[in-house]
């Protein structure tokens, strides 16, 4: 459902998206409204896009493994990155085309937030630590809060060095 309102009203998508399906991630690009993604149930590889702010949607790409977050980049409106599995699928064309990166070794990935401001900077929230890439997903560090279970991310869009964690158990 779209509300254009706060939420006061609600209406369906006009086509594109199976009539029975549940969506279970809908993302969309802070500077662009009009760009979103979304993935059908918790299994789902399909990654749909709609470039008219959700009225319509289309299969941009069936993965191999069960996607579990879209992260559209912020700092360039065709840039979106995916968790699928065990690897990072990166798109620079809206997700037209996909690159795979591997994640770093024996890690399991929670979350992923790209940076507002530069576009191959990424943060992973994984079962053992931050990780950043400053490179699109090519390499990783480890930055912080190892041995850590990071299940969310966010950067403050005020002050972009500045990076929160949530985590689980601690």
Known sequence: YISDDSGATWKQPASGLPTISQVAIVATHSNNLTRAYATLDIAARDVYASTDGGQTWA???RFQEPVSFIA?????????????????ERSSDGGRTWQQFSLPTGEAPMYLVPHPVAPNTLYLGTSNGVYRSLDGAKTWSLIGLQEEEVAA?????????????GTLGS
């Open 59 to 61: 299969m941009v790409q």
């Open 72 to 88: 559209p980049s912020p700092a360039s409106a065709g840039l979106v990155y995916t968790i699928a599995g065990f690897t990072i």
């Open 153 to 165: 991310l966010s950067i403050s869009p005020a002050d972009p060095s500045q990076v929160y964690a």
